[in-house]
């Protein structure tokens, strides 16, 4: 009889080996199917996590960017002055005075007068506003009309402090015409006698007065903008200048030094000097206003032929030109001294 049989058992001990194999088989395929699966999901998880990490981090140098450009606001903004801007840089148009000076009863260098834009330095990468303010002390003199033609020549507006006493007599009426060509006329003294002027406050300004009353009758104008002689500190006001500068600003009238000389009232001065002069002050104040010292006088011929260079060099370095009014804010040695005290 089979069943029960030994043979029988034997054939069950078979079929139980057969199916717990089969069984462990398909049991170790499922724990290595859900092993992969497993890697599959952990792996889609990082690829996801990297995505959005890519995403965030592409978003925050977005966002840095956005800050970056927030800090610098109009970093090439186009411009007194500054100039100019003279928040406009490049090229101020230096007929911008001419309407303005040519107004009766209105003070010389009283209004002060829009600046176009100028253009950008060939010296600096970045857009600065930058004026020079060519001026000319001691005229009018047979000097005077040459002036006047190369300032002509090159589109450019000056001002020029006048002498107005015997000193320049023959050559007051020169006056007029620089007015009329639309230049800034200013005070430097009536006598220009430095002793005579410096004796007391009061001299210097029985001097002023008497000027102011000269260019008047020339022009129907009375100037609110004034160079003292030898500049607003020198070896024959240092008992005075204080008072004097009280005092012109009580009357509303602003004086003016400068920071860049040609450097031609020297000796026996050339052209190349004044130019080379010229160019160091230049490169020294290259990214601020410039108000530049020349003299109008008849032997000053070495000046005459440097001005043209001059303006050719200023113009390199990106500066526009304008006369002086009295919206202009001053250089004197008092703020120079300031300045240099503040960089120390």
């Given at each position: 009889?089979?069943?029960?049989?030994?043979?029988?058992y034997?054939?069950?001990i078979?079929?139980?080996?057969?199916?717990?194999?089969?069984?462990?088989?398909?049991?170790?395929?499922?724990?290595?199917?859900?092993a992969?699966?497993?890697?599959?999901?952990?792996?889609?998880?990082?690829?996801?996590?990297?995505?959005?990490?890519?995403e965030?981090?592409?978003?925050?140098?977005?966002n840095?960017?956005?800050?970056?450009?927030?800090?610098?606001?109009?970093?090439?903004?186009?411009?007194?002055?500054?100039?100019?801007d003279?928040?406009?840089?490049?090229?101020?148009?230096?007929?911008?005075?001419?309407a303005?000076?040519?107004?009766?009863g209105?003070?010389?260098?009283t209004?002060?007068?829009?600046q176009?834009?100028k253009e950008?330095?060939k010296?600096?990468?970045e857009?600065?506003?930058?004026?020079?303010y060519?001026?000319?002390?001691?005229?009018?003199?047979e000097n005077t009309?040459?002036?006047?033609?190369i300032?002509r020549?090159?589109?450019?507006?000056?001002?020029?402090?006048?002498?107005?006493?015997?000193?320049?007599?023959?050559n007051?009426?020169?006056?007029?015409?620089?007015?009329?060509?639309?230049?800034?006329?200013?005070?430097?003294?009536?006598?220009?006698?430095?002793e005579k002027?410096?004796?007391?406050?009061?001299s210097f300004?029985?001097d002023?007065?008497?000027?102011?009353n000269?260019?008047?009758?020339?022009?129907?104008?009375?100037?609110?903008?004034v160079?003292?002689?030898?500049g607003?500190?020198?070896?024959?006001n240092v008992?005075?200048?204080?008072?004097?500068?009280?005092?012109?600003?009580?009357?509303?009238?602003?004086?003016?030094?400068?920071?860049?000389s040609?450097?031609?009232?020297?000796?026996n001065?050339?052209?190349e000097?004044?130019?080379q002069?010229a160019?160091?002050?230049i490169?020294?104040?290259?990214?601020?206003d410039?108000?530049?010292?020349?003299?109008?006088q008849?032997?000053?011929?070495?000046a005459?032929?440097?001005?043209?260079?001059?303006?050719?060099v200023?113009?390199?370095?990106?500066?526009?030109?304008?006369?002086i009014?009295?919206g202009?804010?001053?250089i004197?040695?008092?703020?120079?001294?300031?300045?240099?005290?503040d960089?120390?």
């Amino acid at each position: 009889m089979y069943l029960g049989s030994v043979k029988f058992y034997k054939h069950l001990i078979y079929v139980i080996i057969v199916t717990v194999s089969i069984l462990a088989l398909i049991g170790l395929g499922f724990l290595i199917s859900l092993a992969f699966s497993n890697k599959d999901a952990e792996a889609a998880v990082n690829q996801n996590n990297d995505i959005v990490a890519v995403e965030n981090n592409s978003k925050n140098v977005q966002n840095n960017g956005a800050k970056s450009d927030e800090k610098v606001p109009n970093a090439n903004i186009s411009s007194d002055k500054d100039s100019s801007d003279t928040a406009t840089n490049d090229k101020t148009s230096s007929d911008n005075k001419d309407a303005s000076n040519k107004d009766d009863g209105k003070q010389a260098g009283t209004d002060s007068s829009e600046q176009k834009p100028k253009e950008e330095s060939k010296h600096s990468s970045e857009e600065s506003i930058k004026t020079a303010y060519l001026t000319f002390d001691d005229g009018p003199s047979e000097n005077t009309e040459k002036i006047l033609e190369i300032l002509r020549e090159h589109n450019v507006k000056a001002t020029f402090f006048v002498v107005t006493g015997e000193y320049n007599k023959k050559n007051l009426e020169l006056i007029k015409k620089i007015y009329e060509e639309g230049h800034s006329i200013g005070i430097h003294s009536h006598s220009h006698e430095y002793e005579k002027i410096y004796d007391s406050v009061e001299s210097f300004f029985e001097d002023l007065d008497n000027s102011i009353n000269v260019i008047f009758d020339i022009i129907n104008i009375k100037p609110n903008i004034v160079r003292l002689p030898g500049g607003s500190i020198n070896a024959y006001n240092v008992d005075v200048y204080q008072g004097i500068i009280d005092e012109l600003t009580k009357r509303n009238i602003k004086y003016y030094d400068w920071n860049v000389s040609f450097d031609d009232a020297k000796a026996n001065a050339k052209a190349e000097d004044i130019v080379q002069s010229a160019i160091y002050g230049i490169e020294q104040k290259k990214d601020k206003d410039i108000i530049m010292l020349a003299h109008d006088q008849a032997k000053n011929s070495a000046a005459l032929e440097a001005l043209g260079k001059v303006i050719d060099v200023l113009e390199s370095y990106g500066y526009s030109f304008s006369g002086i009014d009295d919206g202009v804010e001053p250089i004197t040695f008092l703020n120079k001294l300031d300045e240099e005290i503040d960089s120390k």
